[in-house]
């Protein structure tokens, strides 16, 4: 049963079709880490919005020219300030933001080790 | 007529409230019996709740437009079903609708606790008054859904579109369900701490509640983001939006809670930590309305919003957390150290361990929702807090959490060892090579995909293993965590395999990729009763030869004028093809967005299934083994 | 085990959220970064609206003139209510006023700067809306003022009375 079933996903999977990993997939990868100014909380790449549309005719001809993605970034970055990316830069404003919640897992896992020790 | 009889039955409604605490705050003294009186009273209260509300339902179907609310939100030609779901698709409505809600909970709690201590069950009454207290308040101070206008107007404003939906019709009353069962929990919480009631009996009576509200909850979510996924037009079900996550967060707090009153049914550890989350799940649901419906964030789904209102959520917010904390500080005590016995490798300790992950979720969503407030109130620096951040933080930690939860259950209580180990180290290595194979097939060079598919698969295979060697034993446990093998599964391959275009094309003209050919053939009208539709016919042709034929829509709204533009989705088991059509300004040309997203329909499966496991055990008499 | 140190903890944790929440109540939500402004002014080539020759940004913009760029569309309709403002500014002659026409066909567009007048110098067609993206703009109407080659004003949204006379201030 089991092994007709993993069969089964394997041919499922390997019968899927993919573009190459090429320029349209920087592309949607780019647009998706960008937030649309002018929308509500939607990502320039889900926003149909002229914004959003014209910001994305922007990266492609930036990607024509041979810009990486770290450099489109940062071209916005200049342009729009840090608030159009969607995945917040690691400065001096975000320690807490990165770090706090990692914070938090060790002192839960040393909360349930103390418990452990104190009975011993 | 029928909105001043639901305004003065709103005022009666809390009038009553005044007598309800009265006669509790009496009965507390006298009698081990629980006053009759207190039962009807707070059985008339929802009452009056009741005809307020379909006061307002009738207003809306008759389209009567001296009301405010029906003014803003509706119009004559929106259909019956939408008139009625306009009800709670405003911030006045869905307010009245919590209110309805919570009467109707605190009555069901009264009839259902007969067996429950006298002065236990009084107290959570009381505690609920409070929050009731407050939100008659709130809607009759702030944000009254019956406020007259003079002269009347001929015609209403019509609800948004994007609102006018079966799904988003069912949304709110379910997910409130959810929230507002999570008040019940807290109320019974603070009135087990003040009687000293904090047990396995307890932990028993309230699991029930918590059930309920998680099942709610689940489904709540899920409606939400179906809607989200076919109507919002960009393909996707989860954006991590601030919205979103304030239903994610109560959630989080649901499922750690679930688990830990697991062990405080079976012995009297970690009460702190139950009464707690049970706090905290209000909390968050709580700071979910305030941050929803303050303006404080900015996202598709907020109210129209008013300062004001956000001002009284948060006063009254803050309120219950110091009242909770105070109650917590003078009244609980932890008395529990004699039962305190479990070994490391043991089901309590697993139990643990998922409260500790769970913790650490909830923590991740927490801070990436409101630091950006905080940030911009300190700093005036705005940033955004988006997809990245969460899965950078989240997917490396489900690793381990994915193996804990297939080896946790099938530990023994206080002692264990490890069990099957020969079929666990099997499912380890199959799981690796087929994840293995998948990944390195097409050369998407993620180890950290490798690994998390790995362990999604390993889950899969011990859970369905469950099945098998334990059949109808912990059967709902074991359904609703092979569901949530199932939807890390799903979410996965549909991340790694989605597939997506995003082209401008002409009638006539055709769009080719590697993998399939679109071909725009030509666009008819059409009129419907309050829009005119545009609809697209594609047909795409792929690689292997079949043929779809997808029509999206562009529809232009009468009242008010919006143009939204309407997803076709072709669904089967495998995949779903989801194209959108949309108006470009001043061009010949349409948007169009093609996407292929496999497994789709798995997640949502998968999701009921995990919910459908939290509604099986909601009919087990006794805890599991 | 219990000390007076957690709940205290607690307590001034939650007072100094409630502060920040309703510090935040009171922010307004509309946000402009202010990272344009004091900029250089972008370079770009776009063909002018009346004809198909190329305009170059080094051409329009020249030292100590002010110029006011404005991004219009003849379907965007707050740019309506911005157009008599506009007529008034070209009155004056301290200033020149470069239309950014924002995805808009010819037809269109000729035919509203005819039915409300044109008040434009130089008219250039930013036909996909890209330059637009280049000067930081967020669509329509959206408005900047240029000195010696730097902006050192944005207006988001249609400009109405009080901006007209802060230009008129600030050109003097």
Avoid at chain 1, 2 to 25: G, P, S, T, W, Y
Wanted: proline share 3%; aromatic share 18%; hydrophobic share 50%.
């Amino acid at each position: 049963m089991k092994f007709i079933h993993i069969f089964l996903i394997v041919a499922i999977i390997l019968n899927f079709n993919f573009l190459k990993a090429d320029e349209i997939k920087t592309e949607n990868k780019i647009a998706k880490n960008l937030r649309c100014l002018i929308c509500q909380g939607q990502s320039v790449h889900d926003s149909d919005s002229e914004f959003a549309i014209s910001l994305k005719l922007v990266i492609k001809n930036k990607i024509q020219e041979g810009l990486s993605e770290e450099q489109i970034y940062s071209f916005l970055k200049m342009k729009y300030g840090e608030w159009i990316l969607y995945d917040p830069v690691f400065n001096r404003n975000t320690y807490f933001l990165w770090l706090l919640p990692i914070l938090i897992f060790l002192a839960g896992g040393a909360i349930i080790i103390k418990r452990f020790y104190n009975k011993k | 007529m029928a909105s001043l009889i639901g305004s003065y039955s709103l005022g009666f409604g809390l009038f009553f409230s005044v007598f309800i605490i009265f006669f509790s705050v009496r009965n507390l003294r006298d009698t081990e019996i629980l006053d009759k009186k207190i039962v009807s009273f707070t059985f008339i209260q929802f009452f009056l709740v009741v005809i307020s509300f379909f006061g307002l339902i009738i207003s809306f179907i008759n389209s009567d437009f001296s009301n405010e609310t029906v003014f803003n939100h509706s119009h004559t030609t929106k259909p019956l079903f939408y008139k009625i779901s306009g009800t709670w698709g405003n911030h006045e409505g869905s307010l009245l609708l919590w209110l309805l809600v919570l009467t109707l909970f605190i009555t069901i709690f009264l009839f259902k606790s007969n067996h429950q201590p006298k002065k236990y069950r009084i107290f959570t009454l009381l505690f609920q008054q409070i929050i009731i207290i407050g939100f008659f308040i709130f809607l009759i101070k702030t944000s009254s859904p019956f406020n007259y206008i003079f002269p009347t107007p001929n015609e209403g404003l019509g609800l948004n579109p994007i609102l006018q939906d079966p799904a988003l019709a069912i949304h709110p009353p379910i997910l409130y369900l959810g929230y507002v069962g999570s008040s019940i929990i807290f109320s019974s919480a603070l009135a087990a701490m003040v009687t000293s009631y904090v047990t396995k009996e307890w932990a028993k009576h309230i699991k029930q509640w918590v059930l309920t509200s998680w099942v709610f909850l689940t489904l709540g979510i899920l409606i939400g983001s179906i809607w989200a996924y076919y109507e919002l037009g960009w393909g996707g079900f989860w954006f991590w939006d601030p919205v979103e996550n304030v239903s994610l967060m109560p959630w989080f707090a649901l499922t750690t809670l679930l688990h830990c009153i697991l062990v405080l049914e079976r012995k009297k550890i970690l009460t702190s930590w139950a009464i707690i989350l049970s706090i905290a799940t209000f909390a968050l649901s709580m700071s979910g309305t305030f941050l929803v419906r303050s303006g404080i964030l900015n996202s598709v789904h907020t109210f129209a919003n008013d300062p004001e209102r956000g001002l009284f959520i948060l006063i009254f917010l803050f309120t219950l957390i110091f009242l909770s904390i105070f109650i917590f500080i003078f009244f609980h005590s932890e008395k529990e150290k004699l039962e305190n016995n479990f070994f490391w490798l043991s089901k309590e300790t697993s139990i643990l361990v998922n409260n500790w992950f769970m913790m650490y979720f909830l923590s991740v969503v927490l801070i990436g929702t409101i630091y950006p407030i905080f940030l911009e109130v300190i700093t005036s620096n705005k940033i955004s807090v988006g997809p990245p951040f969460y899965n950078k933080l989240i997917l490396p930690f489900l690793i381990p959490f994915l193996v804990a939860m297939a080896i946790g259950p099938n530990l023994n209580w206080i002692k264990s060892d490890f069990k099957d180990k020969f079929y666990m180290t099997v499912f380890l290595i199959i799981s690796f090579l087929l994840s293995a194979l998948i990944i390195k097939k097409f050369d998407i060079n993620f180890l950290i995909n490798t690994i998390l598919v790995t362990s999604a698969f390993f889950l899969f295979f011990s859970t369905s293993r469950e099945f098998f060697v334990k059949r109808f034993k912990n059967l709902s446990q074991n359904i609703a965590h092979f569901g949530f093998s199932l939807l890390i599964l799903s979410i996965l391959f549909n991340n790694i395999f989605s597939n997506e275009v995003i082209t401008n094309l002409k009638i006539g003209e055709t769009f080719k990729t590697e993998k399939f050919t679109i071909n725009f053939e030509n666009i008819e009208q059409e009129d419907e009763k309050n829009f005119k539709a545009i609809i697209g016919k594609f047909n795409v042709q792929n690689l292997d030869g079949s043929l779809d034929i997808l029509n999206p829509e562009l529809r232009i709204y009468n009242q008010p004028n919006i143009i939204t533009s309407e997803a076709d989705i072709k669904t089967n088991f495998l995949t779903d093809k989801f194209m959108t059509m949309n108006y470009v300004q001043n061009q010949e040309y349409f948007n169009i967005r093609y996407q292929v997203k496999p497994f789709m329909i798995w997640i949502w499966i998968s999701v009921i299934l995990i919910s459908f496991g939290g509604f099986l055990s909601f009919f087990k008499k006794r805890y599991e083994i | 085990m219990k000390s007076k140190f957690i709940p205290i903890i607690l307590i001034l944790f939650f007072l100094i959220t409630f502060v920040i929440f309703f510090k935040g109540l009171k922010n307004p939500n509309i946000y402009t970064p202010d990272v344009n402004l004091k900029k250089e002014v972008p370079s770009f080539k776009l063909k002018s609206f009346e004809n198909d020759s190329i305009v170059i940004s080094e051409k329009i913009f020249k030292d100590n003139d002010y110029y006011f760029m404005n991004i219009w569309a003849s379907w965007c309709i707050p740019c309506k209510k911005e157009h008599e403002f506009l007529m008034e500014l070209k009155k004056d002659d301290r200033i020149e006023l470069i239309g950014f026409n924002y995805k808009d066909n010819f037809t269109n567009a000729s035919s509203f700067l005819k039915d409300l007048g044109n008040p434009y110098d130089i008219i250039v067609s930013d036909k996909d809306g890209s330059v637009s993206i280049e000067w930081g703009a967020y669509g329509v109407p959206e408005s900047f003022l240029v000195y010696q080659n730097k902006i050192i004003k944005r207006f988001i949204g249609p400009i109405n009375e009080d901006n007209l006379l802060e230009i008129q201030k600030i050109i003097r």
